[in-house]
């Protein structure tokens, strides 16, 4: 008796699992859910090829030191990068007086050594870039790991930059930019508190005399960003090849070790 009693409950809730999946099924099937207007406008960031992609990938300097320009010239007045140390901008193509003249521009507060008080002082190449105090409308993220906290990294940075324009025709008016918002299909919403920030070629002077269109400030600042985001990169991708050869001779001193010592069974 427990047994077919068993056997019909069991029944019963396999009939309702059964049941309520066909009525979801049927139900997506014939009334499929509103795509999302994001979905619909929003876009994905093309492919952006640096000079540090893949697995031995290296940092191209001069590209480093035109992205710290265009960083330093249009976004440090709104965007810190305060995970980046002054004296770091050696490994970008600054020499070690620039370094030192610019973090000198910089006002740190910081405890006296003498007193144990915090006060002002210039900045030194030991000091992290400060944060920045943004009085504007709302609060504009920190940059050292922007290429690593948004899907797409540099490629979403560069889309980001060079992909402002007006809304399509077609956009619902709910979603339409209101005041102090711009339109922006790469943005998550759609609309992005932030203005374009690179609106003109020759806007960055670049020291080494490339052209500053705004396509290749963008380039440069994403790549630049890339940097601030894994510093350590091409130190990791060196000691990643040297482990992969390691192990490919460890795997082929085992194999041979192994065919002679069996060698030496079958012998016998």
Known sequence: ??????????????LALLL????????FITDPPAAKVEATFGKHPGHLSLASDGP???????????????????????HSIKQVAYRNLVHVGLTEKEVKDFAAKATINAKDP???????????????????????????PD???????????????????????NPPANLPKENQPGEGLFYNPYFANLNIAMPAPLTSEGQVTYSDGTKATVDQMAQDVSAFLVWTAEPELEQRHQTGAWWVLF?????????????????EKKGH
């Open 56 to 78: 031995l990938g290296k940092f191209d300097k001069a590209q480093l030191k035109r992205g710290f320009e265009v960083y330093s010239g249009v976004c440090a007045s709104c």
């Open 114 to 140: 003498l007193t144990g008080e915090m006060k002002d002082r210039p900045g030194q190449p030991s000091d992290k870039f400060p944060p920045v105090v943004y009085a504007g409308k709302g609060n504009p």
């Open 20 to 27: 309520g999946f066909g009525t979801g099924a049927y139900n």
């Open 143 to 165: 940059l050292s790991l922007i290429t690593k906290a948004r899907h797409g990294g540099a490629a979403y940075v560069h889309a980001l930059l060079t992909g402002y324009q």
């Open 247 to 263: 192990l490919l001779f460890a795997t082929t001193l085992a194999y041979m070790s192994y065919r002679n010592i069996w060698a």
């Open 1 to 14: 008796m427990i047994r077919i009693f068993s056997i019909l409950v069991g029944a019963f809730f396999t």
